[in-house]
């Protein structure tokens, strides 16, 4: 009994051969699962920390809400300068001269303000999308030769029953032929 015993706690004991050489071919379900899991909890606790509440002093508040203003200003700003050019023109005129007498350099400078505020965001977009157009035009190649792949196999294509220079057997291919269940069909709904 004792040579049994040492021979099945081998095989199916805790030095478990046949699970451990199966584990090498197939992944363990439970483990995986428990991996999962793992998985899963770590992106939730990163969520939940990337949205906790951090408590920021006034001074960061003030920041944060003055970082917003630009873009929605510059916007209705713009909007409200046609809304005035319509409502009073000659206010909007008066206005616009005054901007005239603003020397170049002042412009030059406020460009380039304005350039570097939203110029940064401008380029990470515009890179990614170059990225796409680029991912894009690499698979090209790719979908023409399956294009291509799948228009030789059509029926309409010329030479997919490749007949070869014997006129008789190309328009026999393309000509149909008789099939007798078919006209046997056909005979029995005739006679009904």
């Known amino acids: 009994m004792g040579l049994i015993d040492r021979l099945f706690g081998l095989v199916f004991g805790s030095g478990n051969v046949v699970r451990d050489t199966a584990e090498v071919f197939r992944e363990n379900a439970e483990k995986s699962a428990q991996r999962g899991a793992d ?21 960061d508040r003030i920041v944060d ?10 916007a209705f700003g713009t909007l409200g300068l ?15 001269t005054g901007l005239a007498l603003v020397p170049e350099p002042l412009w030059w400078l406020l460009g380039a303000i304005i350039s570097f505020y939203f110029g940064a965001r401008h ?6 999308f170059q990225r796409s157009i680029a991912a894009t035009l690499a698979r090209a190649p790719a979908v023409i030769d399956a294009q ?39 005979e029995q709904r005739r006679q009904t």
């Open 39 to 59: 998985l899963r909890d770590a992106a939730m606790a990163q969520f939940g920390a990337e949205f906790a509440i951090e408590r920021k002093g006034y001074f």
């Open 148 to 186: 291509a792949r799948l228009a030789r196999l059509s029926d309409q294509s010329p030479g997919i029953a490749e007949s070869g220079p014997d006129a008789t057997v190309t328009l026999a291919a393309l000509s149909p032929t008789q099939n007798a269940a078919v006209e046997h069909w056909r």
């Open 82 to 96: 046609f809304v005035a050019a319509m409502v009073d023109p000659i206010w909007f005129a008066a206005r616009m």
């Open 123 to 128: 380029q990470v977009k515009g890179h990614a």
């Open 65 to 74: 809400g003055l970082n917003r203003l630009p873009r929605p200003a510059l």
